[in-house]
């Protein structure tokens, strides 16, 4: 039992234990009244002894002792994933979609309003990936964009009354000469530089939202934008219906979000998607195969610029209401955590990705205060355990070295 | 590798699953609860995040009308809340408006940033849902028509009466320098003010922002000081900002007179604040402390803590609602909005009696801060000072 | 009106007092932006945990101040006592940081540190919300008190304590960081971490101690920030974090003088924009001229990575 690996592990727990009980105690012990154990010492136990149930089955498992049921899993999931392999892609997506299209139909209002999110947050996920995990720029202020999308349609629609068809376009076109003018200056800049800038560039472009009062309203936000319009068969005659329903809603962003899928599909095995990859790992090499990397660059910007404006006008148009309060810059992050956590450069992992940080939270809701508390851990749990993101993306040529 | 791709995939999927059938399940175990009928009602508030203080205190004044509901409500009860966080982000608040639809609630009370209250309503109202707020004070909230709204608290509009009043026929004073931190409500007052004075006669030196969530007004506060006016004010979106402005005031050495607004009334401002608190006059909705409205609220609220801004108007507005069901016999929104109109009753925060287009109507007083407690100091209507 | 005199005076007197509030200010950035530079300096990190950490620091000092303060020892005692444990509180916090979130991800790409650091930051900040409340905590009375006045610019005792605390802390770092072994283990650290652990610095240990340095000078910054304002609040950390970073980023991260400087600059920009040009967009022009200096110095004014005053 006490072989030298386990007496380690055990060593090291109890000094994590007391160093977890240094670290909580004077949070929770220390009062004006006096110094108090009780309360501290109590979640101290539950959660130490929490960690020695994990940390004992750990062991156990390292030893084998679950192989009896482990085993049999292992074969069943690994015959399951030989099968899933003989069943061809196309499959497999229109069994995805088919499920995404039924989804209203099985689900109730809450639901659909959760994956309404979610399918916004693909995305710009997409969009941002295109920035990230494509062209490989760090960018902290990709929320921006999605700002200028929302307000577009919205001040175009209170305004002008103008149709959102119509103006996704528009909204998409103005993202773009915003991702132009946030690309230019960070031209020159690597790396972490780049983030500052973004980050700056996404905080300047809230901050404008809430103080130009003639333009945007501040921070009172634009009332009464209106959903999108369709014409429809109803009562023997077409006639011009509103899309204001949640199950509306759902199905009209589901179409931007395939849209999306297939745009950032296509790119990535494109020529410029090549050169962005190319411009990622090695920028002078690339330009030294005659790749324009300034170019290249601004076109990254400009790309998932136009995602994420896109985005933003459904935003506008379904909450038929805009204000600065969404756009600041813990959704930046949020929105970058996706794409990290779901995997870089990957479609089904952005996927995944969005699915998670937003889903998670609404799951959490039954923690009440903790809800953020518990998300902040199991986002940073999540990275631990799969450090590449939840469904890393296949390199395009992999290196001789590279491949398992 | 792909195993464990598969597993999370089928995890991720079922959590998904779960949002959507969360209510659900939730509802059959309450079926089979023997007390099957229940008021069920919904609170609205930014539980975590900046503002988490103020969300804290709806949610407990909705907790102590329950509190005090309860015996009251007979064959009806019991009644149970379902405290959602909007966390002030519009998405998240159509979440969790949504999520209460699901849940079936029959009223809410919320909620506080009116960029949630506004997309909020929106479902709520076509869900036939009774939405009361207790805090967003923004006209819009009950001119967009909305039917099933009502607000509790008072009205910009009328706030800033009461403060130009105050500073024109009280103070005497000429000249008004006013700051707001960029929020609806805060700037939609000081603008209000501005307005008001100007067209009074007063002369405006200057009007200037903060940023919300701001801690250092010492540049703002150098042009104040520089400025001379006769009067400063203050509004702010909560006690937690204007703790560190009046600080800061007293520190630069500025001894104008100070007037705030009703979002920093709480316990938590002298607290903070201490000495240099002393001597602020707020607009606030007149309170008697004696009445037996009052006591009973504040009895009902001691052990959730000291109440804030915003804790009465909750508690006044799930005790109109309460008492409307208790009035039509159900929960049915159009029999409860008929009893809702009849109602007239003492709150704690002040007469209740709701219009035609939801508001119930104003009681701006001035206040003062005295040896760290609010004390009515000046009554607009009729010009007096409150005797001790 | 008022003589030309008396108007080009109080031009001074405005000027004065916006220079004092800015310098004290700029101190408290140029603290928290230390953190920043030492922990990119050393493993190429933004942690976005470091404004959890001056948070958390506040906090203990709210804490620790008014335990001492009811048990009735003299403020000068009570704050000197507060400041090293809640110091030491603060670095303990950040190792346990590194050890669970950052050290397992160190052959990781940078952005699955980046985003376990995100993690980690609304960890803390909500623990501290669940710990200590919704509410702000006050200081217990100030503990320092009154002012002087010199040419009509009104200097508080606070902003003397608070400056005074910050140039001891630096050039203790100073002194720490370019006199030492320890230091000069770090510097070797930043620069080469194979070749410096060929040498025999145990650099798991070294990273250890960086993270430990940046949090408890957060810690102090902190603790400073909660006395000047009055309270403290389990979100304090988020808009000082940023600021601190851009002060970090401009003055060259992984730089130390670059952290400083870049933190006084920073504090300055937004007190003279807010007090010349508009209060609501100072941010605006701090990030103005962040994004104009990069443009035409791409590492930052003290540029990155110059021989060994990387850490």
């Known amino acids: 039992m006490t072989t030298p690996a386990s007496r380690k592990l055990w060593l090291g727990y109890a000094v994590a234990m007391l160093w977890f009980f240094v670290l909580l105690w004077p949070l929770l012990g220390i009062t004006p009244e006096g110094l108090e154990f009780a309360t501290s010492f109590g979640i101290w136990s539950k959660v130490a002894v929490a960690a020695a149930i994990i940390l004992a089955l750990w062991q156990l498992k390292q030893r084998g002792v679950f192989g009896f049921v482990s085993r049999p899993v292992e074969a069943l999931s690994d015959s399951l994933g030989k099968a899933t392999g003989v069943v061809p892609t196309w499959v497999w997506l229109s069994l995805v979609l088919a499920g995404a299209l039924a989804f209203p139909l099985l689900t109730e209002r809450y639901a659909h309003d959760v994956a309404i999110s979610v399918l916004v947050y693909v995305c710009l996920g997409l969009g941002l990936n295109v920035v990230v995990g494509m062209a490989g720029l760090l960018d902290l202020g990709y929320i921006a964009f999605y700002g200028v999308g929302a307000y577009t349609y919205a001040l175009l629609s209170v305004h002008y009354g103008l149709s959102f068809w119509l103006c996704l376009p528009i909204a998409g076109t103005f993202s773009a000469i915003a991702g132009c003018i946030i690309g230019y200056p960070t031209l020159r800049m690597r790396g972490d530089y780049l983030a500052i800038v973004t980050l700056g560039f996404g905080e300047i472009v809230r901050i404008v939202l809430n103080n130009w009062m003639s333009l945007t309203n501040g921070p009172n936000g634009i009332l009464g934008v209106k959903p999108p319009g369709t014409y429809w068969w109803s009562d023997g005659k077409i006639d011009h219906i509103w899309l204001g329903s949640l199950e509306q809603f759902y199905y009209v962003i589901l179409a931007l979000a395939v849209c999306t899928v297939i745009a950032v599909y296509r790119l990535n095995n494109s020529r410029i998607g090549r050169a962005f990859e190319a411009v990622r790992e090695d920028q002078t090499a690339a330009e030294l195969m005659g790749v324009n990397t300034l170019r290249i660059k601004l076109l990254a910007y400009a790309l998932g610029a136009i995602f994420g404006g896109l985005a933003g006008a459904f935003f506008a148009a379904r909450m038929r209401f805009v204000s600065p309060e969404s756009f600041t810059f813990i959704e930046s992050a949020m929105v970058l955590a996706m794409v990290v956590l779901g995997g870089m450069g990957s479609i089904p992992g952005v996927i995944l990705g969005a699915l998670a940080l937003i889903a998670l939270p609404e799951v959490f809701r039954g923690f009440e205060l903790y809800r953020m508390f518990v998300f902040g851990g199991v986002m940073a749990l999540m990275m631990l355990f799969r450090p590449k993101g939840l469904w890393p993306a296949k390199r395009m040529g992999a290196r001789s070295e590279e491949r398992d | 590798m792909k195993r464990a791709l598969y597993l999370l995939s089928l995890l991720l999927l079922v959590s998904f699953v779960a949002v959507g059938c969360g209510g659900e399940k939730k509802e059959e175990k309450k079926a089979e609860a023997p007390k099957a009928a229940g008021i069920k009602i919904g609170s609205l508030s930014p539980l975590t995040g900046q503002y988490a203080a103020d969300g804290n205190d709806i949610k407990n004044g909705v907790l102590a009308a329950i509190e005090v509901m309860n015996a009251e409500m007979g064959p009806l009860g019991p009644v149970t809340l379902q405290a959602e966080d909007t966390a002030c982000d519009p998405r998240q608040a159509v979440a969790a408006a949504n999520k209460l639809i699901n849940e079936k609630v029959t009223a809410v009370i919320g909620a506080y940033c009116s960029s949630a209250t506004i997309p909020a309503a929106e479902p709520l109202m076509a869900a036939k849902i009774l939405m009361l707020t207790p805090a967003s004070t923004n006209e819009k909230v009950t001119e967009s028509g909305h039917k099933y709204m009502y607000r509790t608290c008072g009205r910009d509009d009328d706030q800033s009466k009461a403060a130009v009043k105050f500073t024109q026929e009280y103070l005497k004073a000429k000249t008004i320098y006013l700051v707001d931190d960029k929020t609806t409500y805060s700037q939609g007052l000081a603008d209000n003010v501005e307005k008001l004075a100007a067209a009074a006669g007063l002369k405006v030196l200057g009007h200037e922002h903060v940023n919300q969530g701001d801690k250092d007004f010492s540049a703002v506060l150098t042009k104040v000081k520089a400025a001379k006016p006769d009067v400063f004010y203050v509004s702010l979106q909560n006690s937690a900002a204007a703790a560190p402005m009046l600080i800061q005031v007293a520190r630069m050495g500025i001894k104008t007179k100070i007037l705030a607004q009703d979002a920093v009334y709480h316990p938590q401002l002298m607290e903070l604040a201490k000495k240099d608190a002393e001597g602020v006059f707020l607009t606030f909705g007149y309170t008697d402390k004696e009445t037996p409205a009052y006591k009973k609220f504040a009895e009902a609220y001691k052990k959730l803590g000291e109440p804030g801004a915003y804790s009465a108007y909750a508690y006044d507005s799930a005790v109109a609602y309460l008492k409307a069901v208790k009035a039509a016999g159900s929960t049915d929104a159009d029999k409860v909005k008929a009893e809702l109109m009849k109602l007239e009753f003492e709150g704690a925060s002040k007469k209740i009696k709701y219009k035609e287009n939801g508001d119930s109507g104003s009681n701006y007083v001035i206040q003062v801060v005295k040896d760290g407690k609010f004390d009515n100091f000046w009554n607009p209507e009729t010009g007096e000072l409150y005797k001790k | ?311």
């Open chain 3, 1 to 311: 009106m008022a003589p030309a005199f008396h108007k080009a005076h109080k031009h001074v007197e405005f000027f004065l007092q916006q220079l004092v509030n800015g310098i004290t200010l700029g101190g408290v950035y140029a603290l928290v932006a230390l953190g920043y530079t030492m922990v990119y300096g050393i493993i190429q990190l933004i942690n976005f945990a470091h404004g959890e950490i001056f948070a958390a620091g506040g906090y203990m000092g709210v804490i620790l101040i008014s335990w001492l303060v009811s048990q009735g020892y003299p403020p000068f005692i009570c704050l000197s006592v507060a400041l090293v444990l809640a110091m030491g509180y603060c670095a303990l916090l950040a190792m346990a940081v590194e050890k669970l979130a950052y050290k397992p991800l160190r052959s990781s790409s940078r952005l699955s540190v980046l985003l376990s650091a995100l993690g980690m930051s609304i960890f803390l900040q909500n623990g501290l919300m669940l710990t200590q409340g919704v509410y702000d905590r006050a200081y217990p009375g100030e503990m320092v008190q009154g002012g002087f006045e010199i040419g009509g610019a009104v200097i508080s005792y606070m902003q003397i304590v608070i400056v005074g605390i910050t140039v001891l802390l630096l050039v203790g770092l100073n002194i720490l960081v370019f006199k030492t072994r320890i230091g000069k283990a770090m510097r070797a650290t930043a620069q080469d971490k194979t070749m410096s652990a060929l040498v025999g610095i145990n650099s798991s240990r070294i990273i250890s101690l960086t993270f430990a340095i940046g949090a408890a000078l957060a810690c102090a910054a902190g603790i400073m920030v909660g006395m000047y304002y009055g309270s403290v609040r389990y979100d304090m950390g988020f808009v000082p974090g940023v600021k601190a970073f851009s002060a970090a980023v401009l003055g060259g991260i992984g730089n130390i003088t670059g952290a400083m400087l870049g933190g006084l600059i920073i504090g300055m920009i937004e007190v003279f924009a807010a007090g010349y040009i508009s209060s609501e967009y100072k941010d605006v022009f701090a990030f103005i001229i962040l994004i104009g200096v990069l443009y035409f110095m791409p590492t930052g004014i003290m540029g990155e990575n110059v021989d060994d005053t990387r850490v």
